[in-house]
């Protein structure tokens, strides 16, 4: 015989029990088949919700009509496909069902309390009906169908709700049944049948349990459990989208899995059928020519680990005190009294100092456990001998499980690497002796960026890299669109994924929890109603979406953004930015920053600040790490500046040169925040600074290429007018220049010593800044390891396109921290 179970999924609506009758067929035209069925998908809850509704004293109408919503159209729309579906009979039985649960239900809002023998009745109609219709099915397609009890069946030991079956007693039952050779037989899941021959239950999803059972009693070929995927995974599929279907697992790896929370099987599935050694397959109703997963004797040898499982709704129970130590016989105690109190234990762990002893129960069981504990040990707890018992709900068990573990090294240094990646507390960890799992108690609310980190260490290798981008001027939008461009083959080639989660403006922001779409962002911004982006929305973002390695970019120039990394790296971001706020503000909120994201294990990166996209900040700091010391610096900075001097070389005034510059959009908005000098200056200060100078902007002496006289003007056409009185005085000193053979250059200056300044600078042809015009930008580093001739880094060091190349670099370095961590 094979057993087959189909979930309540696979029975939710007509077109799926048809595809359960398909498969019933086409399975026993090879050997005998018994189909064991669940609920339709919602019934059990609903019947479970009409119980706490009648003792509340409501007559349950919701649920009623909730339950008619589900089960009419179920057995109308066979009825309309199958012209030999008893409909009407159908219909008959189920309306039955519903007078007498409408009776119990006034029953019980008489009584006021629910017997549990009624509520184990209610709670499986569900399945009751499921078998209805599909034995009226396959009647309908000329099939012949054997209906059994499993109350008659499955001898069940326990609470009512939750009982164990006795296989062996099973067994015997079993025996005495005659089971027609030719029929598809037809059992309800979730139910059995105590001493008494009273209905009781197997627990919540226990159907699983209800066919593994047959499937022992019945000594079946092949148990079989049909959901609604292709099998198990290495994680839930549900909440991470590229866990790996496994091929084969042992019944101890099955077994584990479920135990700490894989729901696709109920934990007891697999104590009976390991016991008879029979195979376990699981599949997908509605992809039935996928292999599935085989669980049997035998592994897949090649996976070491074969999954990441979670166990919501713990609470950790700490018992400890002075008593404790060495004392005989304590720890049998607390046990015994868990459980007589009925209690299960999820989780031990004993610290070697005997001090204290830490556990774990379902939350709802953790206020049974505290009142046993506390009645076990009243005199100790009186004497002191106890501290009193420390309960913390709210828990969650996450574990790594797998065969292969038990001879390789390494994986719970991945594993705890993993949780800590994802800024994750572990409160207890436990191992089994048998070496196959791997477990630690971690807050409830960090389940997700749990699973997803553990996932990504074991399973995937792939990087995601979660982007929250403010700022989409110039450079942010430039961004934008080299991230759109390079996605597909960081993707492929590095398995780095990039998803951009947020994007915010001055006026308002759009998000998506998986990733926008970037090609509408524009678009979605303009139409956005969601009001200015804060910091708060930020730390909710993190928090909600759960995200594990998020990155907040900062493209503007705002100086308050800027006094909020702090906040964002304790948030658990990490900053990327070519805003020079942060950086040029007081040394304290300088030093402030870089403490901060030690602290947090988060990175602070701004190569693009200083020379757009050149590789100087990442540069510098390697040297100094190296052991180099800066001797001297001089540089031209300033794209804009490095154009106008340019042109001045070539005889042009210093008006002309500027309104070039300015028409060609090499300045700022306003070319005399270009010709003040201080945007070169905050970039001179950020290098000093990097250098291990302690020094604040008003210490860098700047000099104002001209009077600032000539800068005054409330926008760019009266500045450029302005401009022009300084023509004559400026090309009197590009004269001068000229005679020696010289050129003048503005040039940021860094001394052995500290001494910052910003000037005019002549320069003659031995100079490395002589040459460099056009825009470029030019950092000359003399230093211990480079002397007499100095490190020259030169390139374009203005302009959104390499500035936000510098940027993206930034982030990209940010896929090893994970590894680095
Ligand atoms: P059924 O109604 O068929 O009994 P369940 O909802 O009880 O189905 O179990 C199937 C669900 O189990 C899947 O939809 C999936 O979301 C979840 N699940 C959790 N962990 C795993 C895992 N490791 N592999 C597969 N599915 C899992
Ligand atoms: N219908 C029951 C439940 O939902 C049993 C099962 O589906 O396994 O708990
Ligand atoms: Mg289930």
């Given at each position: 015989?094979?057993?087959?179970?189909?979930?309540?999924?696979?029975?939710?609506?007509?077109?799926?029990?048809?595809?359960?009758?398909?498969?019933?067929?086409?399975?026993?035209?090879?050997?005998?088949?018994?189909?064991?069925?669940?609920?339709?998908?919602?019934?059990?809850?609903?019947?479970?919700?009409?119980?706490?509704?009648?003792?509340?004293?409501?007559?349950?109408?919701?649920?009623?009509?909730?339950?008619?919503?589900?089960?009419?159209?179920?057995?109308?729309?066979?009825?309309?496909?199958?012209?030999?579906?008893e409909g009407e009979k159908v219909l008959a039985f189920y309306e039955d069902i519903v007078s007498?649960?409408?009776?119990?239900?006034?029953?019980?809002?008489?009584?006021?309390?629910?017997?549990?023998?009624?509520?184990?009745?209610?709670?499986?109609?569900?399945?009751?009906?499921?078998?209805?219709?599909?034995?009226?099915?396959?009647?309908?397609?000329?099939?012949?169908?054997?209906?059994?009890?499993?109350?008659?069946?499955?001898?069940?030991?326990?609470?009512?709700?939750?009982?164990?079956?006795?296989?062996?007693?099973?067994?015997?039952?079993?025996?005495?049944?005659?089971?027609?050779?030719?029929?598809?037989?037809?059992?309800?899941?979730?139910?059995?049948?105590?001493?008494?021959?009273?209905?009781?239950?197997?627990?919540?999803?226990?159907?699983?349990?209800?066919?593994?059972?047959?499937?022992?009693?019945?000594?079946?070929?092949?148990?079989?459990?049909?959901?609604?995927?292709?099998?198990?995974?290495?994680?839930?599929?549900?909440?991470?989208?590229?866990?790996?279907?496994?091929?084969?697992?042992?019944?101890?790896?099955?077994?584990?899995?479920?135990?700490?929370?894989?729901?696709?099987?109920?934990?007891?599935?697999?104590?009976?059928?390991?016991?008879?050694?029979?195979?376990?397959?699981?599949?997908?109703?509605?992809?039935?020519?996928?292999?599935?997963?085989?669980?049997?004797?035998?592994?897949?040898?090649n996976l070491i680990t074969k999954g990441i499982s979670d166990l919501k709704n713990v609470s950790?129970?700490?018992?400890?005190?002075?008593?404790?130590?060495?004392?005989?016989?304590?720890?049998?105690?607390?046990?015994?009294?868990?459980?007589?109190?009925?209690?299960?234990?999820?989780?031990?762990?004993?610290?070697?100092?005997?001090?204290?002893?830490?556990?774990?129960?379902?939350?709802?069981?953790?206020?049974?456990?505290?009142?046993?504990?506390?009645?076990?040990?009243?005199?100790?707890?009186?004497?002191?001998?106890?501290?009193?018992?420390?309960?913390?709900?709210?828990?969650?068990?996450?574990?790594?499980?797998?065969?292969?573990?038990?001879?390789?090294?390494?994986?719970?240094?991945?594993?705890?690497?993993?949780?800590?990646?994802?800024?994750?507390?572990?409160?207890?960890?436990?191992?089994?002796?048998?070496?196959?799992?791997?477990?630690?108690?971690?807050?409830?609310?960090?389940?997700?960026?749990?699973?997803?980190?553990?996932?990504?260490?074991?399973?995937?290798?792939?990087?995601?890299?979660?982007?929250i981008i403010v700022g989409v001027g110039g450079v942010g939008s430039a961004l934008l669109k080299?991230?759109?461009?390079?996605?597909?083959?960081?993707?492929?080639?590095?398995?780095?994924?990039?998803?951009?989660?947020?994007?915010?403006?001055?006026?308002?922001?759009?998000?998506?929890?998986?990733?926008?779409?970037?090609?509408?962002?524009?678009?979605?911004?303009?139409?956005?109603?969601?009001?200015?982006?804060?910091?708060?929305?930020?730390?909710?973002?993190?928090?909600?979406?759960?995200?594990?390695?998020?990155?907040?970019?900062?493209?503007?120039?705002?100086?308050?953004?800027?006094?909020?990394?702090?906040?964002?790296?304790?948030?658990?971001?990490?900053?990327?930015?070519?805003?020079?706020?942060?950086?040029?503000?007081?040394?304290?909120?300088?030093?402030?920053?870089?403490?901060?994201?030690?602290?947090?294990?988060?990175?602070?990166?701004?190569?693009?600040?200083?020379?757009?996209?050149?590789?100087?900040?990442?540069?510098?700091?390697?040297?100094?790490?190296?052991?180099?010391?800066?001797?001297?610096?001089?540089?031209?900075?300033?794209?804009?500046?490095?154009?106008?001097?340019?042109?001045?070389?070539?005889?042009?005034?210093?008006?002309?040169?500027?309104?070039?510059?300015?028409?060609?959009?090499?300045?700022?908005?306003?070319?005399?925040?270009?010709?003040?000098?201080?945007?070169?200056?905050?970039?001179?200060?950020?290098?000093?600074?990097?250098?291990?100078?302690?020094?604040?902007?008003?210490?860098?002496?700047?000099?104002?290429?001209?009077?600032?006289?000539?800068?005054?003007?409330?926008?760019?056409?009266?500045?450029?007018?302005?401009?022009?009185?300084?023509?004559?005085?400026?090309?009197?000193?590009?004269?001068?220049?000229?005679?020696?053979?010289?050129?003048?250059?503005?040039?940021?200056?860094?001394?052995?010593?500290?001494?910052?300044?910003?000037?005019?600078?002549?320069?003659?042809?031995?100079?490395?800044?002589?040459?460099?015009?056009?825009?470029?930008?030019?950092?000359?580093?003399?230093?211990?390891?480079?002397?007499?001739?100095?490190?020259?880094?030169?390139?374009?060091?203005?302009?959104?396109?390499?500035?936000?190349?510098?940027?993206?670099?930034?982030?990209?370095?940010?896929?090893?921290?994970?590894?680095?961590?």
């Open positions: 015989m094979r057993v087959l179970k189909f979930g309540g999924t696979s029975v939710a609506d007509a077109q799926r029990v048809i595809n359960v009758s398909e498969i019933a067929i086409n399975t026993s035209i090879q050997v005998q088949t018994a189909l064991v069925l669940s609920a339709p998908a919602g019934v059990t809850n609903i019947l479970v919700s009409m119980l706490k509704s009648a003792l509340a004293g409501s007559d349950c109408k919701n649920e009623f009509n909730a339950l008619d919503q589900i089960i009419r159209p179920l057995i109308t729309n066979l009825s309309a496909q199958y012209p030999k579906f007498e649960l409408q009776r119990r239900v006034s029953g019980i809002t008489l009584l006021g309390s629910c017997p549990d023998p009624v509520a184990a009745y209610i709670e499986c109609r569900g399945e009751a009906l499921s078998i209805a219709i599909m034995s009226e099915l396959l009647r309908a397609r000329e099939q012949q169908v054997q209906v059994i009890d499993p109350v008659e069946i499955l001898v069940c030991d326990g609470k009512f709700l939750e009982s164990s079956v006795d296989i062996e007693a099973s067994i015997e039952r079993f025996k005495r049944l005659t089971i027609d050779p030719k029929a598809i037989v037809l059992m309800s899941g979730f139910c059995g049948g105590n001493r008494q021959g009273q209905l009781v239950l197997l627990g919540r999803n226990g159907s699983d349990y209800s066919a593994a059972c047959l499937a022992a009693v019945s000594k079946a070929q092949c148990c079989e459990i049909w959901t609604d995927v292709d099998g198990v995974y290495s994680c839930d599929p549900r909440a991470v989208p590229d866990a790996v279907l496994l091929r084969r697992m042992s019944y101890k790896e099955a077994m584990e899995l479920s135990y700490f929370g894989a729901k696709v099987l109920h934990p007891r599935t697999i104590t009976p059928i390991a016991q008879y050694r029979i195979p376990c397959l699981i599949k997908n109703t509605l992809n039935p020519q996928g292999e599935g997963t085989l669980i049997s004797e035998e592994t897949d040898r950790m129970i700490n018992v400890s005190g002075p008593g404790m130590k060495g004392m005989v016989g304590m720890a049998g105690r607390l046990f015994s009294c868990i459980s007589r109190a009925n209690v299960s234990i999820v989780l031990i762990t004993q610290s070697s100092s005997e001090y204290s002893i830490t556990f774990c129960v379902h939350s709802e069981d953790a206020f049974a456990a505290r009142s046993a504990i506390e009645e076990e040990f009243k005199l100790e707890l009186n004497a002191h001998l106890l501290d009193p018992i420390e309960i913390q709900d709210k828990k969650a068990i996450i574990s790594v499980v797998g065969e292969g573990m038990r001879t390789a090294k390494g994986v719970s240094s991945k594993f705890f690497r993993a949780l800590a990646q994802a800024n994750i507390n572990v409160n207890a960890i436990a191992q089994g002796s048998s070496e196959r799992s791997i477990s630690a108690v971690i807050d409830g609310s960090k389940v997700s960026e749990a699973v997803f980190s553990c996932h990504t260490a074991f399973f995937s290798g792939r990087q995601i890299i979660d982007l080299q991230i759109e461009k390079q996605r597909d083959e960081l993707k492929k080639r590095n398995g780095i994924e990039i998803r951009v989660i947020c994007v915010a403006n001055s006026t308002s922001f759009v998000k998506d929890p998986v990733g926008l779409k970037i090609e509408q962002v524009e678009t979605m911004l303009k139409g956005s109603q969601n009001g200015p982006f804060t910091i708060e929305e930020a730390k909710r973002l993190v928090d909600d979406s759960h995200l594990v390695n998020p990155v907040f970019v900062d493209c503007t120039s705002s100086d308050s953004i800027a006094l909020s990394y702090l906040e964002l790296m304790q948030a658990g971001y990490h900053v990327v930015t070519p805003n020079k706020k942060a950086n040029t503000n007081s040394y304290e909120y300088y030093t402030g920053l870089r403490n901060i994201a030690q602290k947090c294990r988060r990175k602070f990166y701004y190569e693009a600040t200083v020379g757009a996209g050149l590789p100087v900040i990442n540069t510098l700091q390697n040297l100094l790490a190296a052991g180099d010391r800066l001797i001297e610096f001089n540089g031209i900075m300033s794209g804009t500046l490095s154009y106008i001097f340019g042109l001045l070389d070539e005889g042009k005034s210093l008006s002309q040169a500027t309104k070039d510059a300015y028409e060609r959009g090499y300045s700022e908005p306003n070319p005399r925040d270009d010709l003040e000098g201080m945007d070169v200056a905050r970039k001179l200060l950020i290098l000093a600074r990097e250098c291990g100078y302690k020094l604040d902007l008003s210490d860098i002496e700047v000099e104002c290429p001209v009077d600032v006289k000539y800068l005054e003007g409330n926008n760019a056409q009266e500045v450029l007018e302005n401009l022009k009185g300084a023509d004559e005085e400026f090309a009197k000193k590009v004269e001068l220049a000229k005679q020696e053979g010289k050129v003048l250059r503005y040039v940021a200056t860094i001394k052995d010593g500290g001494k910052c300044s910003c000037g005019i600078k002549a320069v003659g042809p031995e100079d490395p800044l002589f040459k460099v015009v056009g825009g470029e930008n030019a950092l000359s580093f003399t230093s211990a390891y480079y002397q007499p001739i100095p490190l020259v880094i030169r390139g374009y060091g203005a302009g959104t396109e390499v500035t936000a190349a510098g940027v993206f670099s930034d982030i990209l370095r940010l896929q090893n921290w994970t590894r680095e961590a």
